[in-house]
């Protein structure tokens, strides 16, 4: 096997395994349809799901094709830094929501992230959160489309319309069916066709490397090459000293403060897509060991997604080893392809079918959790709040399937959309960074400081977007032009990458927003005498699970979560 | 309450696929060629999970169309 060619050939047994999953998927969704039968069955999966489920589903809402395809190109491009995505990024933020916010999402009954911003505020930054959240929504759910037909078309040589069509056909069919329920089985199924589908091809890719020593002698190889110290690509902690000191070009602080706390906790915390999966867990208990079951799991996950671009990068550069990414039209390396093409270079036919359908569940799930996300914004925050409230059950229950189609329908066009513009994804990713760093300053304010009230976070979460923008218009990072990379209000500072100008722009949007929220909700009158138990901290009693043994309970499970990812930033430092 | 344990369909997909892996493996070479064992040890792990996933949902009393 030589590989490096782009195409893959599939044969009839790797078609079979592709059509299975696609039967069980829609069986799974057909099976589900007669339990749906109120819109909170529909919305929350009738709060019944157990807390090993929907932390398994909590987990793989996060797995989307972009986060499997980008995170091992960073891999390749950045190598074991990348981990910080993971042991810093996520691990300490899925503790904190599980431990500390959990009670009050789940505890306040409220059906949505922006549902809990009305009980919590007003009616003004509940509509600010779900408008800009539905857009995104659809916008991720396009993009995802999108980057599948292109993937299908360059390896498989299928229609990139008709793979669409075929995927979101799919989509449609089994969220309209079975609700959110059907979203979180199948993605639990896609969790388990991912662990089974990638891990043979990091034992087959480690063994072909000589395992870790030979990985980090290739590495070495690679960090020189690009004018870095030996260890720059397989230890994640020692060269963070000094941006220039490695690839990532982000110093400790930069990392901790930018990744590790704001878009780490801005993201995993007040993301609805992953927090819905927690709010459909069949108790308290079980929603608030949701992400802390899921952080074991995830920790694990850089050993699936990063060392297979690792081993790509090492492999490329490593003379006759009859593996090499492919370049793009610019000759730099096409990084996005790492798992594709190790795929093809590695798995024989069979285990190949495997793989490829893990890749496929990726983007449908990916989609799918951005659809289910959308229908319930769609009818629970807009449309019964503002175009149709009183109306029944029912009828809610049908405007959250119509709202399955219309997502559906919004994401195809905006694939298509994608397709005409080559920066309408960067454009995504910014508006991300402005929409979603900002908000965790308004949930941390609403949550644990009694006195942060609707106007604070209101102005709040405009001046945290606007200071975002500023921060993108005044900043440029290195060996770019202004423009949509920034510096189009003119440069005042380079960054030495692009992602140290992510994290210091969502580092600018949340001090922003955070002490905006604190000047005006101090210079404005409280909301009247609002009933925050449940809400706030200072307002709501103590919980003590008491009910589960006591590794059950969500202290000992995120201590443990904590130690596990300090070790392992210990062993990888 | 669901009328699915996700055990049921988790099990039946992967000791499938990995009963397909497995004859698929065994006979498309002899002697066994490196890809074809890959295969064939593959579809076992896949069988074993499948099959604990099976006799879960089968312990906990649930059935496949409650």
Request: hydrophobic share 55%; aromatic share 14%; glycine share 10%.
């Amino acid at each position: 096997m030589t590989g490096t060619a782009l195409a893959i050939h599939l044969r009839a047994v790797d078609w079979l395994i592709l059509v299975i999953y696609f039967i069980f998927v829609l069986g799974i969704g057909f099976v589900l349809k007669k339990g749906v039968k109120t819109s909170a069955d529909f919305f929350l999966a009738g709060r019944s799901i157990p807390a090993w489920v929907a932390g398994l589903a909590f987990m793989s809402a996060n797995l989307g094709a972009q986060e499997v395809i980008g995170m091992a190109a960073s891999g390749a491009k950045y190598g074991m830094i990348t981990s910080h995505f993971y042991w810093v990024g996520a691990v300490p933020a899925m503790v904190f929501l599980g431990i500390f916010m959990m009670p009050f999402y789940y505890g306040s009954r409220a059906r949505s992230v922006p549902e809990y911003l009305s009980l919590r505020f007003d009616e003004k930054t509940r509509a600010f959160n779900a408008i800009s959240f539905s857009i995104m929504t659809v916008m991720s759910s396009g993009i995802s489309m999108y980057a599948m037909g292109l993937l299908l078309q360059l390896l498989l040589g299928w229609s990139f319309d008709l793979s669409m069509l075929v995927c979101a056909g799919v989509i449609l069919a089994y969220i309209t069916f079975g609700g959110l329920t059907s979203a979180i089985y199948n993605e639990v199924l896609q969790f388990f066709f991912i662990v089974f589908g990638f891990a043979p091809l990091v034992f087959l890719g480690l063994r072909d490397v000589g395992w870790w020593p030979g990985l980090r002698a290739g590495l070495e190889h690679v960090a020189v090459l690009q004018g870095f110290a030996p260890g720059a690509f397989s230890e994640s902690w020692r060269y963070l000293g000094s941006a220039a000191a490695n690839p990532f070009g982000v110093e400790w602080f930069g990392m901790v403060m930018g990744l590790g706390f704001v878009l780490s906790f801005g993201y995993w915390c007040t993301d609805f897509l992953i927090v819905q999966r927690a709010m459909a867990a069949d108790s308290m208990s079980a929603a608030r060991r949701t992400p802390l079951i899921a952080t074991f799991p995830k920790m694990l996950f850089p050993f699936l997604v990063i060392v297979p671009g690792m081993i790509a990068i090492a492999l490329t550069r490593y003379p006759g080893s009859g593996f090499a990414l492919p370049p793009k039209p610019d000759g730099t390396l096409n990084y996005d392809l790492v798992i594709p093409i190790m795929l093809g270079h590695y798995l024989p036919n069979g285990v190949l079918g495997l793989g490829m359908t893990a890749l496929i569940a990726s983007f449908m799930s990916g989609m799918a959790g951005n659809v289910t996300a959308f229908n319930t914004v769609w009818t629970n925050d807009i449309y019964q709040p503002y175009i149709r409230p009183g109306a029944s059950d029912e009828h809610y229950l049908w405007m959250g399937r119509c709202a399955t189609v219309v997502g559906v329908a919004l994401s195809l066009l905006a694939a298509y959309l994608v397709s005409q513009f080559n920066n309408i994804m960067d454009v995504l990713q910014l508006v991300f960074a402005f929409v979603n760093a900002p908000l965790f300053a308004t949930f941390l304010l609403g949550m644990f400081w009694r006195p942060a009230n609707g106007h604070g976070a209101f102005v709040g979460l405009i001046a945290g977007t606007a200071a975002a923008a500023l921060h993108h218009g005044l900043t440029l990072p290195a060996h770019s032009i202004p423009g949509i990379k920034g510096g189009w209000l003119g440069v005042l500072h380079h960054y030495p990458s692009e992602m140290a100008q992510n994290l210091w722009t969502a580092i600018f949007a949340w001090s922003t927003c955070f002490f905006c929220t604190i000047l005006v909700s101090l210079a404005t009158r409280a909301s009247p005498a609002r009933n925050l138990v449940g809400l706030a901290y200072a307002a709501t009693p103590r919980l003590k699970d008491t009910a589960a043994s006591w590794h059950q309970r969500p202290a000992t499970l995120g201590v443990l979560a904590l130690i596990a990812a300090c070790l392992l930033n210990w062993l990888f430092w | 309450m669901s009328p699915l344990d996700i055990r049921w369909p988790l099990g039946s997909i992967f000791t499938l696929i990995g009963a397909i892996l497995a004859v698929y493996g065994a006979l498309s070479a002899w002697p066994i060629a490196a890809s074809a064992a890959i295969d064939i040890v593959w579809g076992g792990v896949l069988m074993l999970f499948g099959a604990s996933m099976l006799l879960l949902a089968h312990r906990a009393g649930a059935k496949p169309h409650g």
